[in-house]
């Protein structure tokens, strides 16, 4: 009988880490990160608003012809927009992405941490995002 129990728990709590598994699964896949390491952007302006790219021509204006070329691969405009930061500030400043599901919405939450150095820097991240999904900012 103990035995009966133990497996019966064993297959509860599999189940859950299982499900638990997906929905991470799910969740990462609202948004992904665009490695923009080999792609020449110009100097950043402004103070490192978000500007949501919906179409080739958007992208085009927003990073310039021959970054959009490099990242135009990396997207489809169908089924995907994109969220374009560029900001110049510390060496060490961050910015990270997570997503959330609650009510069969999801968003992706932006979260930007200034850095403590002195050092000038330009920075740029891109994420592609799926259309179903919005995104925010955090604290």
Known sequence: MRTFFCLAFAAAISAISFADEVKKEKEKEAFTEIDLKDVKLGEAEGKGEPVKI??????????????????AKSVDFK????????????????????????????????TKKLGRTKDLRQHAKLFAINKDAEYKFGK
């Open 79 to 110: 089924k995907q927009y994109l969220v374009f930061f560029q900001w110049a500030g510390s060496g060490q400043d961050k910015l990270t992405a997570s997503s959330e599901t609650a009510d069969k919405k999801t968003t992706v939450t932006f």
């Open 54 to 71: 919906a179409s080739d021509e958007e992208l085009t204006k927003a990073v310039g012809e021959e970054a959009a070329k490099a990242v």
